[in-house]
Each structure stands twice: as C-alpha cells, then as structure tokens.
T-cell receptor, first 115, second 115 residues
Framework: EPEVTQTPSHQVTQMGQEVILRCVPISNHLYFYWYRQILGQKVEFLVSFYNNEISEKSEIFDDQFSVERPDGSNFTLKIRSTKLEDSAMYFC?????????????FGPGTRLTVL | AQSVTQPDIHITVSEGASLELRCNYSYGATPYLFWYVQSPGQGLQLLLKYFSGDTLVQGIKGFEAEFKRSQSSFNLRKPSVHWSDAAEYFCAVARGSGGYQKVTFGTGTKLQVIP
C-alpha cells in the first residue's frame, strides 16, 4: 500500500541553524501539506501546496518557513533560523485530486529538537 | 472558521468495557469528519471518516462513529476496549472538496485502559 514517507525521523539542531525536513508524498497525489504538533498539544495546520505554489498558510507559517517541491517526488519544509519553540513533531500529508473525500494521508513525522 | 472540541482530555476504561469519545465540531457547511489515533511517539493513523451517506461509519480496529448533524457531533465508539487501544485519539474536521482541504484537529483525548 502506498504511503507518505518522511526523513529524517529525528533531527537535532542548534538554535539559529537552518533545517530541511523532507517528505515523499504518495506518487499520484497533487496536494501537499505540513502540520506541526508541539509536545503534548494538538496537531496544527501549517501550509498547503498545490501546483507549485502555496494554497494556504497559517499564522504560524511566517517568513522563517518555506516549502518547495524541488523535483517530482520530494516535498520539503525549510526553517531558516530555528528557534527553541520550533521543537515539535512535523507531519507531512498528501491527497489526490478527486471529487468528494480527498482524504489526507499522513507520514510518520519528523521530530525536530532545537537546542 | 472550522473548529473541533473534544471535551474529555483523559478517559480511563477497563479492558472489555465499552468506550465513547466525544467530539463536537463547528463548521458552516457539510463537514468532512475524521478520527485519528496516535500511539506515543508515533504518527497519525486514520480510524474512520465521514463524508456523506450513512451517518454511522465503521472503521478499523472495531471502531465506529456516528454523525449527528443536529448535535454537531461525531462521537467515536467501541463496544469492547482492548489494552492495545490505549493511545491518544484526535477528532478532525476538514473543509473544502474536490481538491485542497485544510484539516483542523481537536485537542485530543488520551485513553488509558486498565486491566
């Protein structure tokens, strides 16, 4: 069964460093998303991406964040200068363009720890 | 704006007992509703979803949920809980159709199962 994959599973970085979180969505999917879950809190929407541009972003997704689909398979989230409060689990998701349900399939997540 | 309320932060049930997790949503149109389960340190697994049709939906692992439009509720049920069901459960609502959707999650209910 096709699935969304994410690398790395755990990333540790120093405050102020840049990090890139990588995701490989399901191959025939066209909509891509990033969500964040701070430890002990709920999952929050960050950004959605379609046709090589951002469809919607939340207030969390400020200028320090960017997303890119550099090739036909990867979808990345970059944080330019990490802060302590960026420590969280980051989930990638994808969905296909069909009418009706458009279920999002979530990856296993990348745990980002900022020291 | 769409929102989800899970009034129970923590629930404890005995193994073999029945379970009901409450979820109320706020959304102006027909919602797409989901229940996800998350084990500690793990990703999100979809238990079931509702888009249209029969208001009682069956999911994996013996879970079911009933959509009640008049009460804006989508409660999750299981007739007999197993120790392996101990996890955190998230109700979620999505808006949009035919393509991009933004999923809004509730704050989650932690389920503890005692022998």
């Amino acid at each position: 069964e096709p699935e969304v994959t994410q690398t790395p599973s755990h990333q540790v970085t120093q405050m102020g460093q840049e990090v890139i979180l990588r995701c490989v969505p399901i191959s025939n999917h066209l909509y891509f998303y990033w969500y964040r879950q701070i430890l002990g809190q709920k999952v929050e929407f960050l950004v959605s991406f379609y046709n090589n541009e951002i469809s919607e972003k939340s207030e969390i997704f400020d200028d320090q964040f960017s997303v890119e689909r550099p090739d036909g398979s990867n979808f990345t989230l970059k944080i330019r200068s990490t802060k302590l409060e960026d420590s969280a689990m980051y989930f990638c998701a994808s969905s296909e363009r069909t009418s009706g349900s458009n279920e999002q399939f979530f990856g296993p997540g990348t745990r980002l720890t900022v020291l | 704006a769409q929102s989800v309320t899970q009034p129970d932060i923590h629930i404890t049930v005995s193994e073999g007992a029945s379970l009901e997790l409450r979820c109320n949503y706020s959304y102006g149109a027909t919602p797409y509703l989901f229940w996800y389960v998350q084990s500690p340190g793990q990703g999100l697994q979809l238990l079931l979803k509702y888009f249209s049709g029969d208001t009682l939906v069956q999911g994996i692992k013996g879970f079911e949920a009933e959509f009640k439009r008049s009460q804006s509720s989508f409660n999750l049920r299981k007739p007999s809980v197993h120790w392996s069901d101990a996890a955190e459960y998230f109700c979620a609502v999505a808006r949009g159709s035919g393509g991009y959707q933004k999923v809004t999650f509730g704050t989650g209910t932690k389920l503890q199962v005692i022998p």
